[in-house]
């Protein structure tokens, strides 16, 4: 009795025309997986590094900042290959399906390897810009950490990019695989480097870089050898297909530009971070790793919802697009009520994993408590709508919101709680949830209109 209560509600939200409940789970669930790995991954690196002392792990949170902000330039661009290769699976234009793939490769690659060597050239003048107001022993381990990180980016946008490809035709399951190369190998070589070699810092980029490059490698190989759905040569990824390009650039450009204000705001907001101390830096370090952990699933839904409402526009069911997306919202509020009731009582010893000095401990219990909390009404609005409207080809509109909000309210009233009225580290974060409540409305306001599935990105 009860199994069929679910399934009807499963029945009901979620599946339609375009797809059933079967499939949407069926890509949900690894890229659910993915993300709880990732997270974990990224959580006991954090506590790894913790081990090597303070500076190590607030000149790997400052950099991290910095990286974030890169980073997320050319995974724009690949997010922009996830969306055409999904409208081309909707439509049911195989050929098209793999030229789209091959186009969203060479082109994250490319811009990944530009990126990384302007940062390896130019590490010296970019630290002093950013963090020159940091401890000296700070800077020295964020020196180390930043030319490691410049010499990766070409690896992580290859895995980044052939992810974002198999996600677009709902192979999430060979996605994970590939993401689990690449951060098991990592977690290894970070024990191996980090706790017995005791390499801190210098062993974190190692373990960056042997990892990011045999996941790269391991991507080509499956994208060219293994995926007969695909069918991507070698030869088509060193062909640029402008043509291909050109839509592939008309959601990601926009994208890209959008996470460069985006995350050049948090970067900002880190110098204010910076200004306030090294054990400010700690605790924002752990607050960011541990409010990673109470977003997981509802991170997954909002990397699913591209997949489903972008194969639902190529197909132009918009009226499963808007039911989609209008249930991953609820279900995505629904899971970060769930993880708060979970992990908040299990706040002290996760706390405790970090290793923080004591003059921090209340600063984090209550970020992380006001974080949870504004969390469920306002992050899924904010984050899974501009996911599925992006899906659709209403980039410019989400990409504009998105930084202007950013701008106006996270760091101008950031700025203003934790320095002019000396709230502190709570203050950066009080100021990141009141952003997140402006821009989910303007979202959800577009979403209740016609213009943003109007967009023809395939034919």
């Known amino acids: 009795m009860r199994n069929n209560r679910i399934?009807?509600?499963?029945e009901k939200h979620f599946t339609g025309a375009s797809m059933d409940y079967r499939q949407m789970v069926s890509l949900f669930i690894p890229i659910l997986v993915d993300q709880a790995f990732l997270t974990g991954f990224n959580l006991l690196n954090t506590a790894m590094v913790s081990s090597s002392g303070v500076a190590a792990v607030s000149a790997v949170s400052m950099i991290d900042s910095l990286n974030i902000f890169l980073i997320n330039v050319f995974v724009a661009v690949a997010t922009g290959?996830?969306?055409?290769?999904?409208?081309?699976?909707?439509?049911g234009n195989g050929k098209m399906v793999s030229r789209a793939a091959a186009s969203a490769v060479?082109?994250?690659?490319l811009l990944a390897v530009l990126i990384g060597a302007l940062v390896v050239s130019f590490y010296h003048p970019l630290l002093r810009?950013?963090?020159?107001?940091?401890?000296?022993?700070?800077?020295?381990?964020?020196?180390?950490?930043?030319?490691?990180?410049?010499?990766?980016?070409?690896?992580?946008?290859?895995?980044?990019?052939?992810c974002g490809v198999l996600r677009g035709v709902g192979r999430s399951r060979a996605s994970l695989a590939l993401s689990m190369i690449m951060n098991l190998s990592y977690l290894l070589l970070n024990a191996v480097l980090i706790l017995l070699l005791h390499?801190?810092?210098?062993?974190l980029s190692i373990s960056a870089n042997v990892s990011r490059y045999a996941a790269a490698v391991c991507a080509l190989v499956y994208l060219v050898k293994t995926s007969a759905e695909l069918k991507v040569r070698m030869r088509d990824l060193l062909h640029f297909n402008l043509a291909m390009l050109r839509k592939i650039l008309f959601i990601g450009l926009p994208f890209a530009a959008e996470?460069?204000?985006?995350?050049?705001?948090?970067?900002?907001?880190q110098v204010f971070i910076v200004s306030l101390g090294t054990y400010a830096l700690a605790a924002n370090a752990v607050c960011n790793t541990l409010a990673s952990v109470y977003q997981i699933p509802s991170g997954a839904l909002s990397l699913t919802a591209v997949t489903v409402v972008g194969q639902c526009v190529g197909s132009r069911n918009i009226a499963d697009a808007r039911k989609f997306t209008r249930s991953f919202v609820w279900l995505s509020s629904l899971a970060l009520t769930l993880t708060a009731l979970i992990l908040l009582p299990l706040s002290k010893p996760l706390v405790d994993l970090f290793q923080p000095p004591a003059e921090i401990y209340d600063d984090i219990y209550w970020i992380l408590l006001i974080n949870a909390i504004a969390q469920i009404p306002l992050w899924s609005i904010s984050f899974i709508l501009p996911s599925a409207l992006r899906a659709a080809g209403d980039s410019k509109y989400t990409s504009i919101v998105s930084m202007l909000s950013m701008w106006l309210f996270r760091v101008v009233l950031g700025y203003i709680l934790a320095i002019v009225l000396h709230v502190g580290l709570l203050g950066v974060w009080i100021a990141m949830n009141c952003e997140w409540g402006v821009r989910g409305l303007i979202f959800l306001r577009r979403y209740r209109g016609e213009k943003w599935y109007r967009h023809r990105l395939v034919d």
């Open 129 to 162: 810009a950013l963090f020159g107001s940091a401890s000296p022993d700070v800077m020295a381990e964020a020196q180390t950490y930043l030319i490691g990180s410049g010499v990766s980016y070409a690896g992580i946008a290859i895995v980044q990019a052939v």
């Open 259 to 269: 996470q460069m204000f985006f995350n050049g705001g948090k970067m900002l907001t």
């Open 106 to 109: 060479s082109s994250v690659t």
């Open 199 to 203: 390499q801190g810092v210098l062993g």
């Open 81 to 91: 290959g996830t969306v055409v290769v999904a409208q081309y699976k909707g439509s």
């Open 7 to 10: 399934q009807a509600v499963l």
